[in-house]
């Protein structure tokens, strides 16, 4: 397990874009079910999941995530009829260049979760945290000046 | 292509004349032979300063969307590749079809001013283009090359000589063809190394950039009110990156924003002060819409929807990206 420099173990940053209608509401059905995820899984909720701006992501690595999630009402459930459509292109594009310009692939992920599921928003997130502990720190998106280059 | 703007200036003359347009957008000699910019011209005989030659390559699409915003209606003059642009600019209502008239110019490909250079060319003073050679009259002397060695990145990779639109063409028959490459081998190949010398090498890259925004600035598609990275509040202003994130974040949002829109003209590399090679991030877009979403090429006709604006109930999953293998 990578260990930081006060000699702990890893706990890996990740931030969770939720969407109001179901995963925000599976988030909250996993709490009050007494399910257990990662405490470090920051959840910030939007109202679809077609608002989440490419900018949104970029900028949770450069403040520190260390993976990146987005969750949505699965395709054909969408609140607003269609916006998990287009997000799911955005997301596809957008995550194939991240990898292409070196960004390790593992540390985006989409993941379709209704307001009925609380366990599998759960299970996601220990999945999840664990790729990324395996992953370790995000060195790549971020500013890389002060931090000793290691590819 | 002496031809060719021969063939430009009559018709451009005739068209001044009986009042068919009122002012023609073309390209003018710059302080040096290698730099033609773009110009409009109001009189016949301010039209004996029109040139066209091999460093014609700037894309005068993008100036439309002022000039149409005047009175009267513009002649422009389009090379092929150009003809992308324009109907993309089109599609997205930034220019009046009605005030403008497209006479298509034909193109014998067009000259990458650094490959000259790096071939020891200096002090151009002129130029003969006889086909598939090319002779230099500079201050030191004459030099020939073989056209095709000689050609910028964009046009040894073209989309094709055809005029995607165009009211009447300038194109003589007896133009030098080329043998053209697949625009997409480099990007494959960047596909095929491992994460870590991807990053490695795009850092070489990215870290060269100045943010001088010449690459958004020529771009036809890059053409909103307001552009994010104008946005004083948005952490991104200031003309030099502040460090590596801001480098990686305007490269991934500028080809993000153009992403399925982008009409693949090479305008951005060709300007980019710092030879970045900015065609490798808008064509790994055009090459995943492909394969993920079927065959477009922006700019190719006016209608019909981008990729990013669309969708089919059973696309690919963005889990994609980590099924396909690879490093
Ligand atoms: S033109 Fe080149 S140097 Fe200028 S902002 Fe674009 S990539 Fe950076
Ligand atoms: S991104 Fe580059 S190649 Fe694409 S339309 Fe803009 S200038 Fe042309
Ligand atoms: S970078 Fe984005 S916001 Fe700026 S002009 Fe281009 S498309 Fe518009």
């Known amino acids: 397990m990578p260990i930081n420099e006060e000699g702990a173990a890893f706990k890996p940053l990740i931030v969770a874009f939720c969407c109001n209608w179901c995963s925000y509401a599976g988030a909250d059905l996993a709490g009050s079910s007494r399910l257990n995820y990662p405490v470090n899984v920051k959840v910030i909720r939007v109202p679809c999941s077609c608002r989440v701006n490419p900018l949104f992501i970029l900028r949770a690595f450069q403040r520190g995530a260390d993976g990146v999630i987005m969750c949505g009402c699965h395709p054909g459930d969408c609140h607003y009829t269609s916006g998990n459509y287009f997000a799911r292109r955005r997301m596809a594009l957008l995550f194939s260049m991240l990898d292409y310009l070196g960004i390790e692939r593992g540390r985006t992920r989409v993941e379709w979760v209704s307001a009925a599921e609380g366990a599998k928003f759960a299970n996601t997130m220990n999945q999840f945290a664990e790729t990324i502990s395996a992953l370790g720190e995000c060195r790549r998106l971020e500013d890389i000046r002060c931090v000793e280059s290691e590819i | ?327």
């Open chain 2, 1 to 327: 292509m002496r031809r060719v703007r021969d063939m430009m200036r009559s018709r451009a003359g005739e068209l001044l004349k009986d009042g068919a347009v009122t002012r023609v957008l073309g390209w003018k000699s710059g302080e040096f032979y290698y730099d033609p910019t773009p110009s409009f011209f109001d009189t016949e005989e301010s039209l004996d300063e029109l040139v066209y030659n091999g460093f014609s390559a700037a894309m005068l699409s993008k100036y439309l969307i002022e000039a149409t915003k005047k009175e009267g209606r513009v002649l422009v003059f389009l090379k092929p590749c150009d003809t992308y642009s324009f109907n993309h600019l089109l599609k997205e209502h930034k220019v009046d079809r009605e005030k403008t008239y497209v006479i298509g110019v034909g193109c014998g490909g067009m000259l990458d001013i650094e490959k000259l250079r790096a071939l020891g060319v200096k002090g151009i003073e002129s130029m003969e283009e006889l086909g598939e050679n090319l002779v230099i009259h500079t201050l030191y002397g004459d030099k020939k090359f073989a056209r095709g060695d000689v050609l910028l990145e964009k046009c040894a990779t073209c989309k094709g000589l055809e005029h995607k639109a165009s009211d009447e063409l300038a194109v003589p028959d007896e133009l030098w063809e080329w043998e053209t490459s697949d625009r997409f081998a480099r990007v494959s190949e960047l596909e095929g190394m491992t994460s870590g010398e991807r990053f490695a090498f795009w850092r070489g890259e990215l870290s060269r950039c100045i943010r001088c925004n010449a690459c958004r600035n020529a771009c036809p598609v890059c053409s909103c009110n307001k552009c994010v990275f104008d946005n004083p509040r948005s952490g991104v202003i200031a003309k030099a990156n502040a460090d590596t994130f801001e480098e990686n974040m305007f490269h991934i949002i500028r080809a993000f924003h153009v992403a399925g829109r982008c009409t693949d003209c090479g305008e951005c590399s060709r300007v980019c002060p710092q030879n970045i090679p900015l065609h490798l991030l808008n064509r790994k877009f055009i090459k995943d819409i492909n394969a993920f979403y079927g065959e477009y090429q922006s700019g190719e006709s006016v209608d019909g929807k981008s990729p990013l604006t669309e969708f089919r109930t059973g696309d690919v999953e963005p889990g994609i990206v980590h099924e396909r293998g690879g490093a």
